[in-house]
């Protein structure tokens, strides 16, 4: 079995044998099927691109990984839990903000939490970010992916609201949940150019095929 350890901007994420895998905080359990491999400093979980957006734009080269072992993330459309509990593996001493507003997801993501004390789940609608403000601190990573028409506003909303200074937010941008019918990179253009005039600066757009179609992360961060 082939280890490499990559730097990650401060966080180790390991490839094992040419797969992704991060250090996993809850020995011996899976949460959405993935591999456990066990190697002499620990037990890993192999983080799935086809699952995960961030593991995705990981493979296609993504520059800012901001995620530190302490860092506080504010996750928005974390479902049943699959990319915050790669999240809660490398940021093992810090906290994930888990906003999700589907109760039928949110009760897997509470038995999740149950034994990940890293993840805080939130049954919480992202657009009314005024809703959950006595509930989350300033954090260091805002990371969206609602695949919703109004992606878009809800992120920038929450990152005037919640990040701190020197922050990064990952939006996750679905061409489809926009328009089904325009031509997908007119509609990134779009968006990015909304950000822009609203005081965002675009650090990186990463294209996630082959293995999400029509999907580009963006990386932002705030001109305070
Ligand atoms: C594409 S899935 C997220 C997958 C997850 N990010 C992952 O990688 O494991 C989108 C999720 O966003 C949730 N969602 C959509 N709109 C939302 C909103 N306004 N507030 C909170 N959650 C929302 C949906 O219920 C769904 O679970």
Redesign the pocket.
Known sequence: MVEDIRKLGNSSVLFIDGHLATSNLTPGRQVYGERLVVLEKGEFRLWNPR????ASAVLNGLDNFPFKDNSKVL???????????HISDISKGGLIYC????PR?MRKLVDLAQARPNMIPLL????KPRNYLHLVEKVDVI?S????P?QTE?FMNNMRLFLKEHGVGFL?L?ARSIDVARDPAEIFREEESRLKTAGFRVLEKIDLEPYEKDHVALVCELSF
């Open positions: 699952r995960s957006k961030l996750y928005l459309g974390a479902s049943t839990g699959t990319t915050p509990s906003v999700e507003f589907s997801m919480e609608d992202a657009t990371y992916d609602v695949a919703q109004n809800l996750m679905k």
